[in-house]
């Protein structure tokens, strides 16, 4: 192998041009002949007997040319790329300028990472969010519990949402009975949402005894031989029953958890819930911290680099689906997704990741931060005991280079973290400075003592509730 040239281009590219010699061309394509000759015939021979020479004279020179090339160049490109330096970050593009029994050139355009710089990633405008748990946040945890201990109880009134309605029931289209559209004794929960829409409601206000015709049109996004069909489900209603709920006290506390107290068991929920609030809030933080912190970056990213990171998030995560025994394309059809449809997601997320990964390398450079070799050691320690191996074993997977990259971007974002303004304490004196000129107004409505301005007092400011939000997977 003999690099020929290698030149700049725009876009974060290199051209490289290489040339292979006639020695390590030959010897690919006898490793070519070897793994095909047992296929080949020629008139005279038997079948994988036919020696090189005579296929070649046969079919031609370069009868193996194609294949031989495909043979020999990956090694060739990867090791222009050692001697001239070159670490890629995504595909390159290939395209062979000639070839002969003696060798042949090739030309590869290869990306390498952008010159990146970033200012300003100190002191950063983002708000935390306070985490809060009300007395009402905790009821509505407990709710669950309380649904699952209470039992159903046969009523004589009309059926409303949270009932049970035992139906029995028949679709019909243009008055013919339709597939999968006819039960007996089934237990509708009024308000779940399980049944079409608009079928629970129109059950509601119903008795048992009951019956009548309830005209339903399917949603678009239905099975294809319903969807957006108008059909009518003859309904009736053979019992209605409601939930009764259990007395919510200390016995209730040990039927449903492991604590003796009705308020051990609040305070537990409590507990759980602010932790997971607080995770989120802290996820959602470095979210925020992220997303400003990419603003500051200047940086023109190839194309090419957020493509290449694209296509091995997509293969990762068709990896993690067909390990559960789920053909991909299978998932996506379960998904009402496409490929292309998920091809564009990933590469929104592999911009954003390249971009974050530019960002903190561009910090840590400009800070200085450098990881030593007891460093890199540490975190080898570190995984291997989180993912219960061998520390060698964690070695051979996982290149010190890596590791070593990886450290200097956590201790870079923790660094852009740690200088983060607080918006939140500036707006919160502004809030102050506007309460006290409230109190300023109050006390001269109060000197003039008149009932019309008393009237107009001062309003109690309103509360926010804390937001909720659903805990994410592990990474």
């Not at 019992?239 to 068991?265: H, I, N, Q, W």
């Not at 530019?358 to 007891?374: K, N, Q, R, W």
């Not at 409230?438 to 109060?446: L, T, V």
Request: proline share 4%; aromatic share 8%; with cysteine.
């Amino acid at each position: 192998m003999n690099i020929k040239s290698s030149e700049k281009k725009e876009n974060s590219a290199v051209e490289l041009v290489i040339e292979v010699g006639a020695a390590e061309f030959q010897a690919a394509i006898d490793k070519v002949y070897n793994r095909q000759k047992k296929s080949i015939s020629i008139p005279g021979f038997r079948k994988g007997k036919v020696p090189r020479k005579m296929v070649e004279k046969f079919y031609g020179e370069n009868v193996f040319f194609e294949d031989a090339i495909s043979e020999a160049y990956p090694a060739a490109y990867e090791a222009a790329l050692k001697e001239a330096g070159i670490d890629p970050v995504a595909y390159p593009t290939l395209e062979v300028l000639d070839v002969s029994k003696d060798g042949f050139t090739f030309k590869a355009t290869v990306t390498v990472q952008p010159e990146a710089s970033i200012k300003d990633y100190k002191g950063l405008p983002v708000a935390r969010t306070e985490v809060k748990v009300t007395d009402e946040d905790v009821e509505n945890e407990l709710k669950p519990y309380v649904d699952r201990a209470s039992r159903l109880v046969s009523v004589e009134r009309e059926a409303k949402t949270g009932d049970v309605a035992v139906i029995d029931f028949e679709g019909f289209r243009d008055g013919v009975p339709f597939d999968g559209g006819k039960g007996s004794n089934y237990s509708l929960e009024l308000g779940s949402g399980s049944f079409v829409p608009g079928f629970e409601d129109q059950v509601a206000g119903m008795k048992a005894g009951e019956e009548k015709d309830i005209d339903i049109t399917f949603p678009e996004n239905y099975t294809p031989e319903l969807a957006g069909a108008a059909v009518v489900f003859h309904v009736k209603v053979n019992e209605v029953k409601e939930k009764e709920a259990p007395e919510v006290d200390d016995e209730f506390a040990k039927d449903v958890s492991e604590f003796d107290t009705l308020d051990e068991f609040k305070k537990d929920l409590a507990g759980k819930l602010e932790k997971r609030r607080q995770e989120q809030a802290d996820r959602d933080f470095e979210e925020a911290v992220t997303a400003a912190l990419i603003e500051k970056l200047e940086c023109d990213v190839p194309d090419a680099m957020v493509d290449y990171r694209a296509e091995k998030l997509l293969e990762d995560y068709a990896n993690r689906v067909q390990s559960q025994g789920i053909q991909f394309e299978q998932y996506l059809q379960m998904m009402g997704m496409t490929m292309d449809t998920m091809r564009a997601q990933a590469k929104a997320a592999a911009g954003r990741a390249v971009r974050r990964e530019l960002a903190l390398e561009a910090v840590a450079a400009a800070e200085g931060i450098e990881i030593t070799d007891a460093d890199v050691e540490a975190e080898y320690a570190r995984l291997a005991e989180q993912y219960k191996m061998e520390a060698d074993q964690v070695k051979a997977a996982v290149p010190a280079g890596d590791v070593k990259k990886d450290l200097a971007a956590q201790r870079a974002f923790e660094l852009v973290k740690g200088a983060v303004k607080k918006p939140a304490a500036k707006k919160a004196a502004k809030k102050s400075a506007k309460a006290d000129d409230k109190a300023e107004k109050k006390d001269e409505k109060e000197v003039k003592k008149t009932a019309k301005k008393a009237a107009e007092g001062e309003e109690k400011p309103k509360k926010r509730a804390a937001k909720k939000k659903a805990e994410d997977k592990a990474e």
